[in-house]
């Protein structure tokens, strides 16, 4: 129920972080599922939440874009169904199938490396469905407590305790909604699809390469290695917080590491030093193109949840910072 409601504002009361807690478990652990749609909705939104604005906003393309991407190498490049039938296919998974079969895009191939102007029109096509269907009914999950939204207008606002609770336990909300998403996947999947499922759901999103973000900070006057300023022959793109928590490829988040710099950070985070440095990159650089979701708060904030989240944040480079 709920799926039919075409504005709805989220309501105004107090929530502890217990309750917090309770209406996510609550969604995780009782809502009827039928489909993959609401996990896939929540795998979504905290994957968006390094784009949300000042007042919370993301519009639907927003979201959709991150739904698209997970929907696409789940059902075409992994054949996973998403529906509880093994005979029958959503209408998501229609419309996908469909559309990779009319553009004759060949199965293997992730989302990432489908031309823009093809993605574009596959998100928007998924986007009318999620409109129709699930923005709605993921709201009443939540008894209305998570976002506003507006169909006509396409976008959602999440509330500011969520934004903080989303932040603050993203690694382990999505853990849960992988398994969550697992566990509904293997009720209704092959064997041969199921293998090595967990490691499926949590890369889902995952860029199989970042050399286009490689060109842009070239573009934007980036040549050494952020972290030991060294001249790089071989750059390497470095989630300056590591993707695992962003879980997201925003150009603010990006440097360029030499080899050496890039595998032993590896998945921690830079000491604060470097944190200051790249505020001060991005700083110089609120009029480019892929800018407009930056904040210095935001960077500052994710670093920190980062940290919160369980990452370590006192990594250096090996021999040091050349001058
Ligand atoms: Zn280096």
């Known amino acids: 129920m709920g799926w039919e409601l075409n504005v709805a504002?989220?309501?105004?009361?107090?929530l502890a972080e217990s309750d917090l807690w309770r209406y996510t478990q609550h969604f995780l652990m009782h809502s009827h599922h039928t489909t993959t749609y609401k996990y896939i909705l929540m795998k979504a939104l905290l994957e968006s939440l390094p784009e949300v604005s000042e007042s919370g906003r993301l519009t639907?393309?927003?979201?959709?874009?991150?739904?698209?991407?997970?929907?696409?190498?789940?059902?075409v490049t992994y054949q996973l169904g998403q529906l509880n039938s093994k005979e029958k296919r959503s209408s998501l998974e229609q419309v996908i199938i469909e559309f990779q079969r009319q553009h004759e895009i060949p199965r293997e191939w992730n989302f990432d490396k489908i031309a823009e102007p093809q993605k574009a029109l596959l998100i928007k096509n998924v986007n009318d469905i999620?409109?129709?269907?699930?923005?709605g009914s993921f709201y009443k999950s939540f008894d209305g407590t998570i976002y506003s939204f507006h169909k006509k207008e396409g976008w959602l606002q999440l509330t500011a305790p969520y934004i903080v609770f989303f932040e603050k336990y993203k690694r382990i909300l999505m853990n849960v909604t992988n398994y969550q998403l697992a566990l509904f996947l293997e009720k209704y999947n092959?064997?041969?699809a199921m293998e090595k499922?967990?490691?499926?759901?949590?890369?889902?999103?995952a860029r199989q390469s970042l050399s286009e973000f490689q060109v842009l900070l070239k573009q934007y006057g980036e040549e050494?290695?952020?972290?030991?300023?060294?001249a790089v022959k071989k750059s390497h793109v470095d989630h300056f917080v590591p993707w695992s928590y962003v879980q997201n490829d925003v150009l603010w988040n990006f440097v360029l590491a030499c080899s050496s710099c890039n595998s032993s950070k590896s998945n921690r985070l830079a000491h604060t030093e470097y944190l200051g440095e790249l505020v001060?990159?991005?700083s110089r650089w609120l009029a480019f193109d892929q800018m407009e979701t930056y904040s210095e708060k935001k960077l500052v904030h994710m670093y920190d949840y980062a940290i919160q989240n369980g990452f370590l944040?006192?990594?250096?480079?090996?021999?040091?910072?050349?001058?």
């Not at 999620?130 to 923005?135: A, D, L, S």
């Not at 499922?197 to 999103?205: A, D, H, N, P, R």
């Not at 944040?313 to 001058?323: M, Q």
């Open 9 to 14: 504002e989220a309501k105004d009361i107090y």
């Open 60 to 75: 639907f393309l927003q979201v959709t874009r991150h739904v698209t991407k997970i929907y696409w190498n789940l059902t």
């Open 130 to 135: 999620f409109k129709k269907y699930v923005y």
């Open 190 to 192: 092959t064997k041969e």
């Open 197 to 205: 499922i967990l490691t499926k759901v949590e890369f889902v999103s």
């Open 224 to 230: 050494r290695c952020f972290y030991c300023n060294r």
């Open 280 to 282: 001060a990159r991005n």
């Open 313 to 323: 944040g006192d990594w250096r480079p090996r021999e040091g910072k050349r001058a």
